[in-house]
T-cell receptor, first 111, second 116 residues
């Protein structure tokens, strides 16, 4: 079983939809959880960064971590065509600099 | 502007040739990383360096080499021993302080390497 699993999609939604992106993981030592957005031919940019369980909101984006279920989510409200990108989850253990990434989910928001 | 600069954007390698990818950061970060991204496989760690003159192998180091002579610079050499080098290469930096910091990694815009 891979340490981090992410459905690679692709996912296509109409503009204005609520999008839910998810990752599961197997290692309970992960403590720091990140979502990166990557546009085509560009490097990943950090979108959300959370520590341990709970929710974090930033504008239209909400990151959720459920450590008991080993499950993290990113919700995008009122999705826009500019949200069309690949979304990567990443996580790391406390005391380690090494990030473990999901495979990335390609999202297309249609106008 | 603070950031990570990778060059060149596109690079072509001939059979038996070594090529070097450049990565420079002006974020004053101690740690730097090289990842390889292939379609459908996410990012895989090649090498990382926590401090000048020190670096460690990642998960897929075979066929690659690095150096860290300056804090700002972490070049990656793709050697002829790397038989499948075609990929998107990403450099990142961070200030994780041995994993104790909350600070995340930041990425450059990548170099796409192809075989001629």
């Amino acid at each position: 079983q891979k340490e981090v699993e992410q459905d690679p999609g692709p996912l296509s939604v109409p503009e204005g939809a609520i999008v839910s992106l998810n990752c599961t993981y197997s290692n309970s030592a992960f403590q720091y959880f990140m979502w990166y957005r990557q546009y085509s031919r560009k490097g990943p940019e950090l979108l959300m960064y959370t520590y341990s369980s709970g929710n974090k909101e930033d504008g239209r984006f909400t990151a959720q971590v459920d450590k008991s279920s080993k499950y993290i989510s990113l919700f995008i409200r009122d999705s826009q065509p500019s949200d069309s990108a690949t979304y990567l989850c990443a996580m790391r253990k406390g005391g380690s600099e090494k990030l473990v990434f999901g495979k990335g989910m390609k999202l297309t928001v249609n106008p | 502007d603070g950031g990570i600069t990778q060059s060149p954007k596109y690079l072509f390698r001939k059979e038996g040739q070594n090529v070097t990818l450049s990565c420079e950061q002006n974020l004053n970060h101690d740690a730097m990383y090289w990842y390889r991204q292939d379609p459908g496989q996410g990012l895989r760690l090649i090498y990382y360096s926590q401090i000048v003159n020190d670096f460690q192998k990642g998960d897929i180091a075979e066929g690659y080499s690095v150096s860290r002579e300056k804090k700002e610079s972490f070049p990656l050499t793709v050697t002829s021993a790397q038989k499948n080098p075609t990929a998107f290469y990403l450099c990142a930096s961070g200030d994780e302080m041995g994993g104790l910091s909350m600070q995340p990694q930041h990425f450059g815009d990548g170099t796409r390497l192809s075989i001629l």
